[in-house]
C-alpha cells in the first residue's frame, strides 16, 4: 500500500513570492491534514479536512495561506506571499484510524 | 502550562541499554496517545499508539499510560544506535470528532555504541 505522497521534497522561494504544496493521501483515508513543523518542534496542526470539508482551519493563516482538497482526494495548500518566517517543513497526513505522514516540503524562503 | 511537555534532551545511553522517554500532558480529555520517531530531515513515522491505562508492548517497545497521573512514556529495550532519533509525543482529543493530534516537541534520543 503507498504511503501519503507529497510534492516538491524541497523548495526555495524568494520572499514575497508564491509557492504551492500537493498532497495524495493513503487510498481510502477520508481525514487529510497540513502541519507545519519548525526546526526542534513538533507538528503544528494548519488545517483539517473530512472529505472536501475544511473541519477545523482555526491555526491557518488566512491573510496568506489557502487550502483546498477538491474532490476529497488531493490536497493543495498555498502561500501568497510567503515570508521568511514561513521557513518550515510542511508535512501532510491522513487518517484511517491512526495517522501517516507524508515525507513533507521543506520551504527555504530567502 | 504546555499542552504536552517532553524533556527536548538529549538523552544518551548506551548500546543495550533501555531508554525511557517521558511526556505529561494537561488535557484530561485526552483519549488516545501516540510515540512518533523521526530520523533527522525525514518525517514523524508512527511506532507506538496506546488508548487505556497501563502497559502495552511491541518488540523492544513498551508504551506505558497512566490518565490520572497525565503521564505517558515509551520504553526502549536493548536499545540500538539505530534507535537515535528524536521522539514525539502525540495526543488526540477525539471528543466531538475532533481528531487533532497534539505534539510534544520531541526528545532527542542517542544511543551510543
Known amino acids: 500500500e503507498a504511503g501519503v505522497v507529497q510534492s516538491p521534497r524541497y523548495k526555495i522561494i524568494e520572499k514575497k513570492q508564491p509557492v504551492a504544496f500537493w498532497c495524495n493521501p493513503i487510498?481510502?483515508?477520508?481525514?487529510l491534514y497540513w502541519y507545519r513543523q519548525n526546526l526542534g518542534q513538533g507538528p503544528e496542526l494548519l488545517i483539517r479536512?473530512?472529505?472536501?470539508?475544511?473541519?477545523?482551519d482555526s491555526q491557518l493563516p488566512k491573510d496568506r495561506f489557502s487550502a483546498e482538497r477538491l474532490k476529497g482526494v488531493d490536497s493543495t495548500l498555498k502561500i501568497q506571499p510567503a515570508e521568511l518566517g514561513d521557513s518550515a517543513v510542511y508535512l501532510c497526513?491522513?487518517?484511517?484510524?491512526?495517522?501517516?505522514f507524508g515525507p513533507g516540503t521543506r520551504l527555504t524562503v530567502l | 502550562q504546555k499542552e504536552v511537555e517532553q524533556n527536548s534532551g538529549p538523552l544518551s545511553v548506551p548500546e543495550g541499554a533501555i531508554a525511557s522517554l517521558n511526556c505529561t500532558y494537561s488535557?484530561?480529555?485526552?483519549?488516545?496517545f501516540f510515540w512518533y520517531r523521526q530520523y533527522s530531515g525525514k518525517s514523524p513515522e508512527l511506532i507506538m499508539s496506546?488508548?487505556?491505562?497501563g502497559d502495552k508492548e511491541d518488540g523492544r517497545f513498551t508504551a506505558q499510560l497512566n490518565k490520572a497521573s497525565q503521564y505517558v512514556s515509551l520504553l526502549i529495550r536493548d536499545s540500538q544506535p539505530s534507535d537515535s532519533a528524536t521522539y514525539l509525543c502525540?495526543?488526540?482529543?477525539?471528543?466531538?470528532?475532533?481528531?487533532?493530534?497534539?505534539f510534544g516537541k520531541g526528545t532527542l534520543l542517542t544511543v551510543n555504541p
Open positions: 497526513a491522513s487518517r484511517g484510524g491512526e495517522q501517516f
Open positions: 487510498s481510502g483515508h477520508n481525514t
Open positions: 479536512y473530512e472529505n472536501e470539508e475544511a473541519v477545523d
Open positions: 488535557d484530561r480529555g485526552s483519549q488516545s
Open positions: 496506546i488508548y487505556s491505562n
Open positions: 502525540a495526543l488526540e482529543n477525539s471528543g466531538g470528532s475532533n481528531y487533532k493530534l497534539t
